[in-house]
Structure formats: structure tokens, C-alpha cells
């Protein structure tokens, strides 16, 4: 059986502390402990499908033009590609920065670029040289907390979007904050989604529209980043004996 490991990242860059940015540095160190394990990098839609081996998948959520000019050249240098998710209202105006609870605070303030996502066309870009973009909805909603209708047009809308900028299916999507119930992971396959992933506290069993991606986090160094991607360390974290 294959060894599936799918990480979330978002941002990469230098000066960004915020928690959901990693450094360059990091991200390199990160991507060469992954190689030197006999990974092999995959989008997330062929790792959820690989019949055996190590797989990795590094995703990175919300589509930051970082991960274009930063994260891009380290994955080449592997030979990987990787997935973005984006969400889909906020790129048809690709100079203003995303805006959403848990992003917010960083708004007006010295590292406001930081926010600013990728063009469709840098975006078409990463999906000729074999990356995966995949839909984070519409708006970046809490999925759990909106209606039958909303939910509805957050997962096919997107999906549709993407697909038309594109010219190339959207397969995956990533549920914005991880959050999902069964209602949510029911509306995402009747809207066509082969595989979807979560980002749990805990993780949990594999399904391909709930799986467990690790998230990998500034204050992630060495030590911890080997702890949260190592299989033994996963498994556990995977059953109810792990809190939290
Ligand atoms: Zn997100």
C-alpha cells in the first residue's frame, strides 16, 4: 500500500511572520528531508490514486503569488509538481489582497502584499507545467456554517470557474479552514469532486473527499516537521488516543 503524505502549506516568504508562512529556507530543508525519505512529489489528485510507494503531495491553500515566486523554483528543483487551491471570487482582481477571518489582521499594515494571490494567468502557468489547481470555493466560508443553497454554489461554482480559466478539469478541492462535516463532504462529490482535503487538529482515516493533510506551519522546525510527517507519528495522531 502507498505511503500518502499530503502536506498544506500557503505562503512562502522571507519576512512574512505570520503563522501560515513558512521561509524559503524552511520549505528547501522541508522538501529535501521529503526527497532524501525516497519520497516522490505528485499532485494531490494522482497521490490520492497511487497504488504504492512514498508519495508526496505539498499543497498550499489560497493561491499567494509567494508560492509562484518563491516555492515554485525548489519544487523544479526536485522535479516536483504541486496543487494550489484557489478561491475563486478573489483572483479576478489579482491586486487586491485576500481578505478573510485569520488574514484580516494583515491588512493595511507592512506586510499587506503578502496577501495578494496569483492571476488566472499565473495560475494557467503552473497547470502547463503540470501542477494541479484545484477550487478552495468561492469565498474562503466556513462550509459547516452555510446553507444547503450556499454550500451548493460555494463547491460548483468554483469548480466551474476554475475549469473555464483553465481550459483543464478541476478534480480536488481544499475545504477552506479544513472545515467539513458529512453534509459538506456530500455536497463536494455531488459536485463532481474525485477527492477533497481536510486540515485536522486530529488526524483522520483517509477517505478521498475527507482526507487528512498535514499542515506545516512558520514555528515548524526541523525536529517538529520530521515528527508531524512521520508515518508512525501520523498513525497515531490518527487514533483517539492522541488529545486534542
Ligand atoms: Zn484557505
Redesign the pocket.
Do not use: N, S, T, V
Given at each position: 500500500m502507498a505511503d500518502v503524505l499530503v502536506l498544506c502549506y500557503?505562503a512562502v516568504s522571507e519576512r512574512f511572520p505570520a503563522a501560515l508562512s513558512v521561509t524559503p529556507e524552511a520549505f528547501e530543508r522541508q522538501l529535501a528531508l521529503l526527497a532524501r525519505a525516497g519520497y516522490r512529489g505528485a499532485t494531490f489528485e494522482d497521490a490520492v490514486k497511487a497504488g504504492s510507494g512514498r508519495v508526496a503531495a505539498v499543497t498550499f491553500?489560497?493561491a499567494y503569488l509567494s508560492v509562484l515566486a518563491l516555492g515554485k523554483p525548489m519544487l523544479d528543483a526536485l522535479g516536483w509538481p504541486a496543487t494550489v487551491?484557489a478561491?475563486t471570487d478573489y483572483l479576478d482582481a489579482p491586486e487586491r489582497p485576500l481578505k478573510w477571518a485569520g488574514i484580516e489582521q494583515w491588512h493595511g499594515g507592512e506586510h499587506e502584499r503578502e496577501l495578494l494571490p496569483m492571476s488566472w494567468d499565473q495560475l494557467g502557468e503552473l497547470a502547463e507545467a503540470g501542477w494541479e489547481i484545484g477550487s478552495?470555493t468561492r469565498s474562503?466560508p466556513h462550509l459547516t456554517e452555510i446553507g444547503d443553497d450556499a454550500l451548493r454554489d460555494e463547491l460548483v461554482e468554483s469548480k466551474r470557474v476554475v475549469e473555464e480559466r483553465l481550459g483543464r478539469p478541476c478534480a480536488t478541492l481544499?475545504y477552506?479552514?479544513g472545515d467539513h462535516d458529512e453534509r459538506v463532504v456530500a455536497a463536494a462529490g455531488a459536485a463532481g469532486y474525485a477527492a477533497a482535503g481536510t486540515l485536522p487538529a486530529r488526524l483522520h482515516a483517509e477517505r478521498p473527499l475527507a482526507w487528512p493533510r498535514v499542515g506545516i506551519y512558520h514555528d515548524d522546525d526541523e525536529r517538529r516537521f520530521k515528527l508531524k510527517v512521520s508515518r508512525v507519528m501520523r498513525r497515531l495522531r490518527s487514533s483517539r488516543i492522541w488529545p486534542g
Open positions: 500557503h491553500d489560497d487551491y478561491p478552495h474562503h481544499a477552506p479552514y
